[in-house]
């Protein structure tokens, strides 16, 4: 945003003003004051209630600063303000917000990505080229992270603040006898979202590897995104069943009963997918009229099928130092089977949530060097 291309005027029907075509209301602009009483500038948070102002709010004189950068405003209710019409251009979309989070971007199998130094991550560039990987691929390979027992503890925080479960603060994933969840044998697993049964469900995992002597055993994703456009390319109608039926997701097993009720496919309010749900061993479908489940079962068969086809889908393996950091919203993930007999093999996981990579990622852009982000000290 240029001085030459700024544009001011009051709005005569809105009683605010006219910003380079774009009107805004007087209660709006008000609400973004800045001035030291009415806005604290540690916290950020305003020192008034908006709720509380002067539902007929006009504004009476709107003038640029001789910079053309800033403008200045006085209220009908006596109140002046000025604004940096940087910010304001930036909020109402006139110019690129630096702080915006990464678009995501559907992938299929031809999908070509980069794996991160773990070593290299204290430069603030390339863990903000980490971050933005991760938020258009929804996922990110970390290699060479120690391998000491727990370690993931600290790895996650890098990231964000660990997620307890009914799985513990992390989970172990090694073939043991009497295994409460099917990851714990050296069974292939198929296509799926972890945890579609609690409320929230766990939004972000991090798989990281001890140890693997085993050949098989490849890690696949599959992208959620890819598989709800095709799947919907294919058959709206499917499409369309699998977002508005709420199915029941329930797991009953030795660290309690937990159950919640969603479509298998949600979106925000830009449109893109942002939840799928997946989990066909663990889920149940209301007792709608048949034909509506016969067309239910059909699209939910088909999203199995999309989200175990090798075109949708990248494998990996696990090495010593390994840590995979993936989406649980978006992305599907599986295991090829491994003879569990060939040696040992010990991953161990844990959750964190969205907002964390999100935060380190504003931190980073607004220029901090800190890599890690930070706990509120008591
Ligand atoms: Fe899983």
Not at 150 to 167: I, M
Not at 267 to 286: A, E, K, T
């Amino acid at each position: 945003m240029t001085a030459t291309m700024t544009e001011i005027s009051r709005d005569s029907a809105s009683g605010g003003i006219n910003f380079s075509g774009k009107v805004l209301h007087p209660l709006w602009l008000r609400e973004r004051v800045v001035e030291a009483e009415a806005f604290d500038h540690i916290s950020h948070q305003r020192l008034y209630e908006p709720a509380e102002l002067d539902p007929g709010l006009k504004v009476k004189i709107a003038s640029l600063g001789e910079n053309g950068r800033n403008l200045s405003v006085a209220f009908s209710d006596g109140y002046e303000a000025v604004f940096d019409l940087d910010i304001l251009a930036r909020e109402i979309g006139l110019s690129d917000n630096p702080e915006t989070i990464p678009l995501p971007k559907g992938w299929r199998s031809d999908l070509e990505f980069k794996r991160f130094d773990w070593n290299k991550l204290d430069d603030p560039a390339e863990m903000k080229a980490l971050l933005t990987a991760y938020f258009k691929n929804a996922f990110c390979i970390m290699d060479n992270t120690p391998t000491d027992r727990d370690s993931l503890k600290q790895h996650a925080r890098r990231f964000g603040f660990v997620r307890v479960t009914n799985f513990g603060e992390l989970f172990n994933v090694e073939t043991k006898p009497a295994a409460t969840d099917l990851a714990y044998t050296d069974l292939a697993l198929a296509s799926h979202t972890d945890n579609p049964y609690r409320w929230p469900v766990p939004s972000i995992q991090y798989l990281h590897c001890l140890a693997n002597e085993v050949s098989g055993g490849l890690s696949t994703l599959v992208d959620g995104m890819a598989v709800a456009e095709a799947l919907a390319d294919e058959n709206q109608d499917w499409a369309d069943i699998l977002e508005a039926v709420p199915v029941r997701f329930r797991y009953d097993g030795p660290t309690g009963i937990y159950e919640d009720t969603a479509p298998l496919i949600a979106r925000d309010y830009r449109g893109f997918v942002n939840h799928i749900r997946f989990s066909p061993r663990l889920d149940f479908v209301p007792a709608l009229d048949p034909e509506t489940l016969t067309v239910f079962y059909a699209a939910r068969r088909r999203m199995h099928q999309l989200a175990n086809d090798l075109a949708f889908q990248i494998q990996f393996p696990f090495r010593p130092g390994t840590l995979l950091m993936m989406n649980n919203y978006r992305l599907f993930h599986g295991r090829t089977a491994f003879n569990g007999k060939q040696g040992y093999r010990h991953l161990q996981g844990c959750y964190i949530d969205h907002d964390g990579p999100q935060c380190l990622y504003r931190t980073l852009v607004n220029g901090s060097k800190d890599t890690y982000i930070k706990r509120e000290e008591s």
